[in-house]
């Protein structure tokens, strides 16, 4: 099992730039997850799938920033514009619903994303 | 009031000894709790869960969930310095898949 897969690992962009992240849940996973780090806000539910389908988009702090899921086995996640203020560690996670979700999570490697 | 509360930390403790770490909630509905381990510059991993009152044991680490009171927290017994990390409570929101998180508590385990 090769976990979840984020790309890229790193990422360094200019204000106003579009910017697309990556990732791959575990074959299988039926719920993704989106978050966000930083120092002063920790971790932030950014939105959620089940089944490619969007469930909860409630976190994603503006219209700038959009995700998609169009199979089981890809997501992305597009800030347009970015701004500086964007810039912060991006995680992918994935996980087994079945009913009684007891299983937590899984995440990526995240995402460390600069905006300058 | 945040939905999970954390102490920042640095909690500070000697090697050999329990490290105790704490989180409250807010969302009375809340049925399943986690916590995490995170070391700098890496992505959270998971310890343990627990959705019943009471005690949970994996190895060295112990579980503990108290409805009434809202409260969780994760002991360490036989504290490591490779156990110096951030330590992440979270709990689902009732009725919801979604898993709120505190802010973490910074662990210092002193050689």
């Known amino acids: 099992d090769a976990g979840v897969i984020q790309s890229p690992r790193h990422e360094v962009t200019e204000m106003g730039q579009e910017v697309t992240l990556r990732c791959k849940p575990i074959?299988?996973?039926?719920?993704l997850f989106w978050y966000r780090q930083t120092m002063m806000r920790g971790l932030e539910l950014l939105i959620y799938?089940?089944?490619?389908?969007?469930i909860d988009d409630s976190g994603m702090p503006e219209d700038r920033f959009s995700a998609k899921m169009p199979n089981a086995s890809f997501s992305t996640l597009k800030i347009q514009p970015s701004e500086p203020r964007d810039s912060a560690v991006y995680f992918c996670?994935?996980?087994w619903g079945q009913g009684t979700p007891n299983y937590g999570y899984t995440f990526g490697s995240g995402t460390r994303l600069t905006v300058v | 009031q945040k939905e999970v509360e954390q102490n920042s930390g640095p909690l500070s403790v000697p090697e050999g000894a329990i490290a105790s770490l704490n989180c409250t909630y807010s969302d009375r509905g809340s049925q399943s709790f986690f916590w995490y381990r995170q070391y700098s510059g890496k992505s959270p991993e998971l310890i343990m869960f627990?959705?019943?009152?009471g005690d949970k044991e994996d190895g060295r680490f112990t579980a503990q969930l108290n409805k009434a009171s809202q409260y969780v927290s994760l002991l360490i017994r036989d504290s490591q310095p490779s156990d110096s990390a951030t330590y992440l409570c979270a709990g689902r929101r009732s009725g919801t898949y979604k898993y709120i998180f505190g802010t973490g508590t910074r662990l210092k385990v002193l050689a």
């Open positions: 996670a994935s996980s």
């Open positions: 799938f089940n089944n490619n389908v969007p």
């Open positions: 627990i959705y019943s009152n």
């Open positions: 074959s299988g996973h039926d719920y």
